[in-house]
C-alpha cells in the first residue's frame, strides 16, 4: 500500500508538471487556463491533487485538535464525517434548483420607480 506522503509528493509532480505543460505550450494566460479547465487529463490530475490536499488537511486537523486517538475513537470520527459529507452533498444536489431560482432573482434587472 502506498503511504500518504508518497501519494501527496506523486500528485503534487504530476500536478506541476500538467501546469508546466499548459504554461509552456500556450503563450499566454488565458489559454492555459482555458486547457487546465477543459482538458480531462487536466482536471483529474487538478481533482487527485485536490484530494491528496484534503487527505493531508484531515490528518493535520486530527493530530492539532484531537491529538491521539484509539482505534475506535478513530473509526466513530470517520463514520461522523463520511455522514457529514454525504449529507451535505446530497443537501446541494436537492436544493439546487432552489439555489438557481434565487440566483436568478437576484441578478434580473429590476426597474427603478
Excluded at 79 to 100: D, G, N, V
Aim: proline content about 2%.
Amino acid at each position: 500500500m502506498i503511504s500518504l506522503r508518497n501519494y501527496v509528493v506523486t500528485s503534487a509532480l504530476v500536478a506541476a508538471a500538467v501546469f508546466y505543460h499548459a504554461f509552456a505550450t500556450r503563450r499566454h494566460f488565458f489559454p492555459a487556463t482555458l486547457y487546465l479547465s477543459t482538458s480531462k487529463l487536466a482536471v483529474a490530475v487538478v481533482g487527485n491533487l485536490s484530494f491528496a490536499t484534503a487527505l493531508c488537511l484531515y490528518n493535520l486537523v486530527i493530530k492539532v485538535f484531537l491529538g491521539s486517538l484509539r482505534e475506535i475513537e478513530l473509526e466513530r470520527v470517520k463514520e461522523k464525517l463520511s455522514s457529514a459529507i454525504m449529507e451535505t452533498c446530497l443537501a446541494l444536489t436537492i436544493f439546487r434548483c432552489a439555489r438557481a431560482a434565487l440566483a436568478r432573482a437576484r441578478t434580473r434587472v429590476r426597474p427603478r420607480v
